[in-house]
């Protein structure tokens, strides 16, 4: 079973930098897609960016082209979403998750495993 434990969320100040860890294990995700998505309050999840566990292609939502980056280290079975130039917009909970299929999506619905997320505050 598929098991995702996210880490590194805080509070930082608009124009500031988090790194946010998600830890994947119980099973190897060669051919999985690694993403992260966000829920601030009264609004519904919503998709940041995803990675090829085997490949390494990226995609992102428009909002955090050129600031944000996914990564991913395959020794370690860590995905990695590097936040910069951080606005208070990006204030929400982050999750990760992962989906075993040829194609990535947006839909938070069709992603099965999730993590329990991690509180990202950032103040103006």
């Known amino acids: 079973q598929v098991q995702l434990v996210e880490t590194g969320g805080g509070l930082v100040q608009a124009g500031g930098s988090l790194r946010l860890s998600c830890a994947a294990s119980?099973?190897?995700?060669?051919?999985?897609?690694m993403g992260w998505f966000r829920q601030a309050p009264g609004k519904e999840r919503e998709f940041v960016a995803t990675?090829?566990?085997?490949?390494?292609?990226?995609h992102y939502t428009d909002s955090v082209k050129g600031r944000f980056t996914i990564s991913r280290d395959t020794a370690k079975n860590t995905v990695y979403l590097q936040m910069n130039s951080l606005k208070p917009d990006d204030t929400a909970v982050y999750y990760c998750a992962a989906r075993n299929n040829y194609y990535y999506t947006f839909s938070p619905s069709s992603w099965p495993a999730w993590g329990q997320g991690t509180q990202v505050t950032v103040s103006s």
């Open positions: 119980g099973r190897s995700f060669t051919g999985y897609w």
């Open positions: 990675i090829s566990w085997s490949g390494g292609s990226t």
